[in-house]
């Protein structure tokens, strides 16, 4: 048998490969190295033999070959050139009685001793999987105004300003509870899923077919945004880390589309306070695709008359809906939409409507600058970042591993990413009221604070094209010490409303006046002296509509509600090419 030198040599170093016997015993590191063992592979001196070897081993450990071949073919390697190693020198000692390394680290130190013990190997554990980078410095959403962000890091130096005691509950399709920036907070995410659909909710490892219906990587974009673990020094930061999540899927098992009644469904859950975010879209206006752009005319979800009363019935019994207002570059001014975006046919549903802006991180495009597929008009209350947003799912971010529950994007997009950083937002303000009152501040107190503290829309034709200002949480912190404490909360039936909600009675916190609140004195701040901040003048926002809500049913848009009409509808899927942007 001839065998290549290449070969010769391989072999000759497998047998001389390793750790000298007295080189571990010499090291101060010997015994932590050997704390991390599986195996200890041994060679014997060619004068001893596997007997004596046999003969030291502890009880429940055994002796086998390194190389597991007949001896006739050890031989045969052995005989090809002169001066090769003999390989049936070399075993392997394994302790079949316990996976702790106690025994074999014994084992090994007592090897080492043997005179009949040529050289050791110390077989070392597999090392750990590759650690997921820690992305949060690209998230300069989190940042404050200079970097276009919403100043959530301050935030979180406010008591209740990591959204604590709050529940955000995402209207959508799916998400994968798995991953492993998500999956720690398992214990703060409900699913409601209505007691008569016996076969609940599709999961999101359901079969392929069912997920190309049901993106769950949306869904999972949307969480990592908003409460991605902050204490595990991996992957991304969520704006609100604190807050309680509940997932009201729009479409179960069981049935079509259950837009409306997944609000409710949230409403039924939670409590005053509590944030309903609507991440879904549908056309409107009667506007149509067109050949250059098929999700044209999309825009928010509350077109539809049973969505809007279902957003009525959440904001009057204290829930703050925020709604994505689309990716249709659909004018809620046109004169098409009949009136029912500018109070003249139908109110304002109080929800707060969030369009898309820039992130500001490419030179060709100002930041808070409106883009271009969002729809906009007087109706839109605030802005999002609706690209460049780093978050859980999707994948196709850096060498984005094949497990699903290690995925990360840095460009999801869209009204879809812009209306979680508002929600967010929302909550962490909403917590911070309820630990200095002890009770939230209302939906419309909510929007007016965000809106009127927040860094303003930027671009040319603002008032055409309108989609507000990006919150500013410093601020809005800030003013919030001086608002005149809320006097009324709509009345909910107690047997429904959570006891750790008190009754919102003005008289019964006297203390609870601004300069009773010495934390949040601006002077302790001088960061924020508004003078340096020139351009939040609150002038320059679009005021918000104060139409009261109709005390009788209102008028109701005959819009036929499809299945198809999903957030993703009309647009290329992303699962098709995951490092593709993502626009939904």
């Not at 809500?549 to 899927?573: C, E, Q, R």
Request: aromatic share 8%; proline share 8%.
């Amino acid at each position: 048998m001839k065998f290549s030198s290449s070969i010769v040599l391989f072999l000759s170093a497998i047998a001389t490969s390793g750790v000298r016997a007295d080189a571990v015993q010499d090291s101060p590191k010997a015994v932590s190295r050997l704390q991390g063992i599986s195996e200890v592979h041994v060679k014997i001196k060619s004068s001893s033999d596997k007997n004596s070897l046999e003969q030291s081993l502890l009880p429940n450990q055994r002796l086998i070959p390194l190389f597991n071949f007949k001896k006739s073919v050890l031989e045969n390697l052995r005989n090809a050139a002169p001066g090769l190693p003999d390989l049936t020198l070399w075993f392997k000692i394994i302790d079949e009685s316990s996976k702790e390394q106690g025994d074999i680290t014994v084992l090994s130190n007592n090897i080492l001793a043997n005179d009949f013990v040529e050289e050791t190997y110390i077989e070392e554990t597999q090392p750990p999987p590759q650690m997921t980078p820690d992305f949060t410095g690209r998230q300069t959403y989190l940042r404050p105004i200079m970097e276009n962000g919403i100043n959530a890091e301050f935030s979180w130096t406010v008591p209740g300003g990591t959204g604590k005691g709050i529940t955000i509950y995402d209207v959508e399709y799916n998400w994968n509870q798995n991953h492993e920036d998500l999956k720690t907070k398992i214990g703060n995410i409900k699913m409601l899923v209505p007691e008569d659909d016996s076969q609940g909710f599709p999961d999101f490892n359901d079969s392929v077919a069912n997920q190309e219906n049901i993106d769950g990587d949306h869904g999972t974009a949307v969480l990592g945004e908003m409460i991605s673990d902050p204490t595990n020094n991996l992957g991304v930061r969520g704006i609100s880390p604190d807050a309680n999540i509940g997932l009201a899927p729009e479409y179960l098992t069981k049935g079509f589309s259950k837009r409306a009644e997944a609000i409710i469904r949230a409403c039924e859950d939670g409590k005053p306070g509590d944030i309903i975010l609507l991440e879904m879209q549908t056309r409107v206006c009667g506007f149509l695709a067109t050949q250059n752009n098929p999700s044209f005319g999309f825009g928010p979800a509350e077109e539809r008359g049973d969505v809007y009363d279902a957003i009525v019935t959440a904001v009057g019994n204290g829930f703050v809906v925020v709604a994505a207002a689309g990716n249709g570059s659909a004018n809620l001014d046109d004169p098409a939409c009949g009136g029912r975006y500018d109070g003249t046919v139908r109110a304002d549903s109080g929800a707060i409507m969030v369009g898309a802006g820039s992130s500001g991180k490419f030179f060709f495009q100002q930041a808070r600058e409106r883009l271009d597929f969002s729809s906009f008009g007087s109706r839109v209350n605030l802005q999002g970042w609706g690209n460049d947003v780093y978050t859980t799912g999707y994948g196709g971010f850096l060498d984005s591993p094949p497990d699903i529950n290690r995925q990360y994007t840095g460009s999801f997009s869209g009204t879809s990413s812009a209306s979680p950083i508002v929600a967010a937002a929302a909550a962490n303000l909403q917590g911070i009221a309820i630990a200095r009152f002890g009770v939230p501040l209302t939906p419309r107190e909510i929007r007016r604070l965000l809106v009127d503290t927040g860094i303003p829309q930027t671009g040319t034709n603002i008032a055409n094209f309108n989609i507000g200002p990006l919150p500013n949480l410093l601020q809005a912190i800030n003013a919030l010490q001086n608002m005149n404490f809320p006097t009324s909360i709509p009345t909910r039936n107690p047997s429904v409303v959570p006891t750790s909600i008190p009754t919102r009675n003005p008289s019964s916190f006297p203390s609870f006046s601004p300069s009773s609140l010495p934390s949040l004195n601006p002077s302790s701040l001088p960061s924020l002296n508004p003078s340096s901040l020139p351009s939040l003048n609150p002038s320059s926002v679009p005021s918000l509509r104060t139409t009261l809500l109709p005390s009788s049913a209102p008028v109701k848009v005959l819009t036929k509600a499809k299945k198809s009409n999903k957030f993703k509808k009309g647009k290329k899927k992303t699962k098709k090419n995951k490092a593709k942007k993502i626009t939904n």
